[in-house]
């Protein structure tokens, strides 16, 4: 395999950490969602399930994204980061990485 290009190698890390960064607001929303069982749940602890619903979805798109820029296939990884840093909660260095996944020489291939 060949060596990837500088965009390629940031926006494979910049994937990386949106994800961790990611799991770390889906524990804080967990915690919140706990804390909700014990309280006042009603329609905000709904609402807090609801976006811990979205944002299972969107840590295993960009898992599936970290796992096509391993690959390789930077065009794949670009398309499922974005569609990963767009579900709620917005996700900028995600967003990032997948741009910069996007514009890389690899993406052209």
């Known amino acids: 395999m060949a060596e990837l290009s ?5 926006g ?3 994937l990386i950490i949106g994800v961790v960064l990611g799991l770390l607001s889906l524990l ?9 069982m ?4 009603g329609l905000f602890g709904g609402l807090v ?9 969107g840590l295993v798109v960009g898992v599936l994204a970290i796992k096509k820029a391993m690959d390789g296939e930077m065009k794949s990884a670009g398309i499922y980061g974005i569609i990963s840093s767009l579900l709620p ?6 967003l990032i990485g997948a ?3 996007l514009v ?6």
Request: charged share 15%.
């Open 28 to 36: 804080a929303m967990l915690f919140v969602g706990s804390m909700m």
């Open 12 to 14: 494979k890390i910049l």
């Open 104 to 109: 890389s020489p690899e993406a052209k291939k």
């Open 89 to 94: 909660p917005l996700n900028i260095i995600t």
């Open 6 to 10: 500088t965009e390629a190698k940031v």
């Open 49 to 57: 399930y609801a976006i811990i619903a979205v944002d299972v979805v």
């Open 38 to 41: 014990f309280g006042m749940a």
């Open 99 to 101: 741009i910069l996944c």
